[in-house]
């Protein structure tokens, strides 16, 4: 069974800095694409970052400048330093990943989410 775990959430104030880890566990055999989402209240879940199994990167708009992925493939984790947060920042943050496991079966995987919030 995988299992993907994130951590580093929190209250900052705006234009601090937070960063996010996710490790996945489990019956692993590759990770191929790992992602960043995040759910303010009241709105849907959006991407935020993507990182290929190549360290191929692509952001949103709205992070691009600010905020960094990176994963450390002998670790099966993935990263998010946040940088100058603003308040719409505010949200559950989630990882996702796209993983081989037993038999091979690639399935894609979702974390349980960290608050991240940012006050003005």
């Known amino acids: ?3 993907l775990v994130e951590s ?3 209250l900052v104030q705006a ?5 996010l880890s996710c490790a996945a566990s489990g019956s692993i055999f590759s990770i191929n ?7 303010a209240p009241g709105k849907q879940r959006e991407l935020v970052a993507a990182i290929t199994s190549g360290s191929s990167t692509n ?10 992925i990176s994963r450390d493939n ?17 949200a559950v943050y989630y990882c996702n990943a796209i993983i081989s496991g037993a038999a091979y ?8 989410g960290t608050q991240v919030t940012v006050s003005s």
């Open 8 to 10: 580093g959430g929190g």
């Open 59 to 68: 952001y949103a708009d709205f992070v691009r400048g600010r905020f960094t």
């Open 33 to 39: 694409v790992m992602r960043w989402y995040r759910q």
């Open 74 to 90: 002998a670790k099966n984790t993935v990263y998010l330093q946040m940088n100058s947060l603003k308040p719409e920042d505010t």
């Open 105 to 112: 079966l690639t399935l894609p995987y979702w974390g349980q």
């Open 1 to 3: 069974q995988v299992q």
């Open 15 to 19: 234009g601090g800095s937070l960063r």
